[in-house]
């Protein structure tokens, strides 16, 4: 079992930038982030192998959001700039033995970290 804890979410103006962390309990597992708007299905947001060789991310984010690891403290960050309102949403960080941009891949799954980007 791995416990996932996120952090640094919050209320933003559009334009600006936020980090979110992610704890993990156990290391060697590729990462990931997704986000859920209301009404809308959970979808991917950027990934990162455990070894931070490949990254991936969601068109929708690409050039505006960084994913970053630090293996050290088994933490997964997620830079945020350029945020947009459209990217309001809940924030969830998952762990599973490969990148993909399928949910089902991830085994495991934080609690949610809560976005608001106001216009």
């Known amino acids: 079992q791995v416990a996932l804890v996120e952090s640094g979410g919050g209320l933003v103006q559009a334009g600006g930038s936020l980090r979110l962390s992610c704890a993990a309990s156990?290391?060697?597992?590729?990462m990931a982030w997704f986000r859920q708007a209301p009404g809308k299905e959970r979808e991917f947001v950027a990934g990162?192998?455990?070894?931070?060789?490949?990254?991936d991310y969601a068109d929708s984010v690409k050039g505006r959001f960084t994913i970053s690891r630090d293996s050290a403290k088994n933490t997964v960050y997620l830079q945020m700039n350029s945020l947009k309102p459209e990217d309001t949403a809940v924030y969830y960080c998952?762990?599973?033995?490969?990148?993909?941009?399928?949910?089902?891949?991830?085994?495991?799954w934080g609690q949610g970290t809560q976005v608001t980007v106001s216009s």
């Open positions: 156990e290391r060697r597992y590729a």
């Open positions: 998952a762990a599973g033995g490969t990148v993909a941009r399928d949910m089902r891949v991830y085994n495991y």
């Open positions: 990162i192998t455990w070894s931070a060789s490949y990254m």
